[in-house]
């Protein structure tokens, strides 16, 4: 006598060697799809708050137990997103740089047609965002900045990675019309001037009492230094005016 699986095992074993039912799949998909919708809001709310003690509270007095406070979460949720709170500073400045900096930066830069008034536009944007007197959010992040560049270089890379390319895309513009004019690559000059002109911003936010570097400097400077022709400086070749005749009429 033949023995025979029960129904459910032979189910189970068409749905593994084959694929799941297309309704099996979706409710799988549906269920997926909402406890991924729960699980970004909840990591939203705990990078939400800890702009927001930031901003209270003047930077950097905060700890993990704060942000659950704040958010009105548990300390076990907040393990299950994050690590530890470096964890959720390298979020935050994910969160800043990429939603709000960058988008906000572009558009400075969107709004000039020529290559090389876009990179001025580019530091002017800088010094316009990153220029509120007393503003903890922005002291904190640069301080925050300087530890996880110790503690958490790659995760850092990765947050400042949509800045950089962004110079980066800048300088290629500016070389590909050839108005750079010098010997270093596009890639080299764009990381010297990104670097430049965050250690100046990053300075006026430390150090707002240090020698004040106008938006004019820091870019007669760095466009020295890649060697563009300032925008400001452009001017059509001249007609040269017809000779006038030495000759006296007689």
């Known amino acids: ?3 025979r699986k029960p129904i459910a095992q032979e189910v189970e074993s068409v749905e593994t060697e084959d694929r799941l039912p297309e309704w099996k799949q979706q409710s799988i ?7 991924r919708s729960r ?3 909840r990591s939203d709310r705990f990078v939400a708050s800890a ?4 901003d209270q509270r003047g930077g950097l007095d905060f700890t993990v137990q704060d942000v659950v406070d704040h958010s009105r979460m548990s300390i076990r949720t907040f393990y299950k997103f994050f690590a530890s709170k470096d964890d959720l500073l390298v979020a935050v400045h994910q969160t800043i740089l990429a939603s709000e900096l960058v988008p906000r930066l572009r558009k ?3 709004a000039e047609t ?3 008034r876009r990179l001025k536009a580019y530091i002017q944007g800088m010094y316009d965002l990153t220029s509120r007197p007393g503003d903890s959010v922005q002291r904190a992040l640069t301080t925050f900045r300087n530890r996880l560049a110790e503690t958490r270089p790659e995760d850092l890379y990765r947050a400042y990675r949509p800045h950089f390319e962004l110079v980066a895309e800048l300088v ?3 070389a590909a019309a050839g108005e750079l004019k010098t010997n270093l690559p596009p890639d080299i000059l764009a990381y010297l001037f990104y670097q430049a002109v965050l250690a100046v911003v990053h300075a006026r936010i430390l150090s707002p009492y240090d020698i004040d570097v106008t938006p004019d400097q820091l870019w007669l400077f760095c466009s020295e230094g890649i060697g563009a022709v300032p925008a400001s400086t452009k001017s059509t070749p001249k007609r040269s005016s017809p000779k006038r ?3 006296r009429s007689r």
């Open 39 to 41: 699980a970004t809001e």
């Open 172 to 174: 290629q513009d500016a």
């Open 29 to 35: 998909d549906r269920s997926l799809q909402a406890a």
């Open 51 to 54: 702009i927001a003690i930031m």
């Open 114 to 116: 020529d290559p090389v």
């Open 108 to 110: 400075y830069c969107d």
């Open 1 to 3: 006598m033949v023995s």
């Open 245 to 247: 005749s030495t000759t």
